[in-house]
């Protein structure tokens, strides 16, 4: 098994490599700058270290050299003569002329000297604007901070939505890392793909979409960006937050709830009707649906308009098996059974009240 050292095993992205690394397989020796761990013993009994320490906000200026530009000339110190495969996590920050940049850049320039004196494979990333689950809010990611306080109801400051800052998903940084493991090592400054480039509004208004969308049950994503933002957004949830009620449309038959809608692949549904109750007896022009049900059973009924010929399905909780409501059939389900009839129904459009595609028709 593959003994792999992470430094800064206790941030954000290194708590996130070092559980996928757990999951692959990998025997990870993490460290902390903040703990007492001897780092030679460390060193000595790994075979890949992947270089997350590093200081990035400090109390004094000169905390940017001891905790990016010394302790990384310590880690490659440690390792002697030996060619262990070094991966360093920097920032883009390098490119700038300031403390935090410059301490950055003296860290790069160390590894690639350490790759080329010793012949090491040696992969040096410059991170952009990290995201996802477990980066600390309100400290030096703006989505971070944002997700935090609009889940837990709290006010979100914006200086100018207009700038655009590119930003990189954690799982993405975790597997382009990983993927470094017996792979050549690198001269040139390697980056983090996919990028995505966002205005500081766009991630606002994203943010605050998913907190309406318990309100509409739109599902609240429309692009790859989004799905990994709203992930993110989940894991800020509040621990009393993690429910929401629906509204359920309740007569004597039972009930209908909707679940989720979707822009462009219709909606999900939970239908319960009680013993002996038929619903349906309609048709439509282009909706389409699946009926699902997961407990009771049912006699599912079509008939083609025009014709006299009944189809019948009959299901049950005891063999899951899907139910395709094609055009132009009129159709019923019919609880059959002894206690309420509960089904899943996906129809391909959401309804529209004013442009309804239902048309009544006994089967």
Known sequence: MMKVLVTGANGFI???LCLQLKTQGFDVLPYD??????????VAECDFIMHLAGVNRPELEEEY??????FTKKLIDTIGNRSLPLLLSSSRQAELDNPYGNSKKQAEELVFAYGKRQQAPVYVYRLDNAFGKWCKPN????????????????????????VERDFVYIDDIVKAFIGCINQEGSNEILQVTPVYRKSIGE??????????SRLTKYVPFKDAFEEKLYATYLSYLPEDQFSYPLK???DERGSFTEFLKTQTNGQVSVNIQHPGITKGNHWHHTKNEKFLVVSGEALI??????????????VSEKKLEVIDIPVGYTHNIINTGKKDLV??????EVFDAEHPDTFYEEV
Do not use: P
């Open 14 to 16: 290194g708590k996130n």
């Open 33 to 42: 700058l903040h703990t007492e761990q001897a780092l030679a013993d460390l």
């Open 65 to 70: 050299y001891t905790g990016n530009v010394a």
């Open 139 to 162: 400290y030096n990611s703006v989505i971070a901070t944002f997700c935090h306080n609009i889940a837990s109801g709290e006010e979100i400051v914006i200086h100018d939505a207009s």
């Open 203 to 212: 991630v606002a208004r994203s943010i605050l979409s998913f907190d309406n």
């Open 248 to 250: 359920t449309n309740v």
């Open 301 to 314: 009924q079509f008939r083609k308009l025009g014709d006299t010929k009944v189809i019948e399905y009959r």
């Open 343 to 348: 089904t899943i129904m996906w129809a391909s």
